[in-house]
Each structure stands twice: as C-alpha cells, then as structure tokens.
C-alpha cells in the first residue's frame, strides 16, 4: 500500500515524517526531490531553459532570481513551471520503490493518484502560524500570504483518508498506530 502525508504550511508533516522514520518507515520528500531533480535532470535543465530562457541556469547552477520571477508573473507561468517538475517528481518517486511520499500540495500537484490512502497532518491556524514565524524568521503577514496560496485546510480534510492532529498536545504516535491498524498497514 502506498501512502501519502500532506498539510498545509506549519501543519507539522515534517515532524510526523520523523516520528515515521523512527520506526524505520522511509518518507520520500517530494519537495526535497524537486528540488534536486531542477539541479540534475538534463531534460529539466532542457525544459525549463526553453521556458524561462537563456538565464535559467548560470554556470549549470539554478538561477533561483530569474526562475521566481518568471513564476511570479502569472499563474499561467506557475503551471507552465508545474507541468514540467511534477511530471519528473511523479516518475522518480514511482522509481523510488518507496510506499511512502510527503508532499504539501498532494491534491493540487495530481500526485494523490500515486497513492491509496492520504494522511493529512492538521493543526490550528494560530500554532500553524507562529510555527512558521519561528522557524522561518518571518513576520506574520507573510506568513498568512503563504498560507493564502495553499488549499484550506478543510478542503484537504475532506479529500483525506486519515487526519493527524499536530496541535503539540495530541499523541502523534497513538495515531500513526491508530492509521497503521486501521487500514491494516504492514512496515517492513
């Protein structure tokens, strides 16, 4: 069975991924994979230069400027960006042999059809907030401009399978048990 992990920014994923990893369940981190797969495919390379244009890459390095001006643009131009990356993230994550993935747009990405169950990690607007604050060094309006451009939160519980509550008071391991048992979850 294949599994997904996903929840909007502050929700704690990362958190519930170590908590997994702990019971030596391996999470394959799709942001984590773009990332390397805009610095080493050659077709990206390819794709995104013929997009963007010649400034896309400096010296075979990501020109990380001239890319988040072009996606900040237009929406047209974020997709345009999607529908070169996600394919690629979709592939190396079907490659990977995982049954575990963790991605934060799961839903918005497509790459929900990968997997049988999603799990969406929860957490209350306010702990998400000064969350992001505190780890990112930001101010809080930035923070809500984020959180803004992602799917609500109850938008993606209603599409979740399972939901883990990540308020810092819920038991994270009583409920990856409760997930592992319910849907009968076998981890080597």
Known sequence: MKIGITGGIGSGKS????????????????????KRLIRTSPIIYKE?????GPDTYIDGQLNKAAVAQFLLQSEEH???????VHPAVFKDFEESGMEWMESAIMYESGINRLVDKVIVV????????????????????????WMSRQWSQQ???????????????????????????????ITK
């Open 15 to 34: 958190y519930v991924c170590q908590r997994l990893a702990q019971r030596g369940i391996q999470v394959y981190d799709c942001d984590a994979a773009a």
């Open 48 to 52: 995104l230069t013929a997009l963007i």
């Open 78 to 84: 974020a997709k345009a960006i999607d529908a070169i």
């Open 122 to 145: 929860t957490a209350p607007r306010e702990v998400r907030i000064q969350r992001v604050m505190q780890r990112d060094h930001i101010s809080r309006a930035k923070v809500i401009q």
């Open 155 to 185: 938008k993606v519980k209603r599409l979740a399978d399972y939901e883990i509550i990540n308020d810092g008071k819920a038991d994270i391991d009583q409920q990856l048990d409760d997930f592992l048992c319910r849907f009968s979850v």
